[in-house]
């Protein structure tokens, strides 16, 4: 191989490596989403799935969110849980709006605030109306009790732990005495405070989002993560109670990029 030749092939090497990174960030890990399944449940014959929807900052309605809301209606699931940042500003209400109407009506939906809910100044009556419309409640500080398949389930939302007013307390004033209890907040980082609060509140799991997995990761490690992250980042954490899934999200912030951290859809069964 001449010397010339040796060039054009790192060049090319070079270019197409540049080209796979900016497919991949740009459009694959945006764009593909990566549906996770976990199974949790204590009872057997009567499971109840939940699918978990975080981090949206919904914009426009595009292909990859036709099929997220038909790959919903195709599995059933009995609730589903919208963990803060759906939106960055109010004129994008109704955008997300023609995205839940695609769901099937029908399914009980819950919604909390994330921080981009305060930091974009949204709208939170008009969002609270078009979540309503949609058989969906926006929960802050607030909880409500529902009977799934003989099951009777406590969902707790909590404010946003960086742009709200949080209050674990006020959220479980009149809680009802329930099987399952979960709680739904946007900051993972606020687990470390509801351990402390719960006080003997027995708690099933904790969905978070926020973090975006890090967005741009390089094998598992992310270099820069929002406040309200703490020490976490994606997934599970176990180590103690209360246990929690932190989910890597839909939309991206800041940066329209996501690498080492594809947007994910999580479906539980508990």
Known sequence: MSKLSRRKFVKRTLLATIGLVFLDGFWFEKYVIDWN???ISKPKNNKI???QISDLHFETLRYFHKSIAKKINDLKPDLIFITGDSVNN??????????LQLID???PKYAITGNW???GE???????TMFSK????LLINESRSITIKNRTVSIIGIDDFVGGYPDFQKAVTNLKNTETNIVLTHCPQHRDTIAVEKADLPIDLVLSGHTHGGQISFLGFAPITPQGSGRYLKGWYTENEPIMYVSKGIGTSAIPIRFGARAEMVEIDI
Do not use: G, P
């Not at 109010?90 to 995205?99: G, N, R, V």
């Open 90 to 99: 109010t004129d994008k209400i109704d955008a997300l709006d023609t995205f």
């Open 49 to 51: 799935k939940i699918i």
């Open 37 to 39: 399944y976990f199974d």
């Open 122 to 128: 949204v709208d939170l009556v008009k969002l609270e």
């Open 134 to 137: 949609n058989n969906c409640e």
């Open 117 to 119: 809910e305060y930091w």
């Open 105 to 107: 009506n029908t399914i």
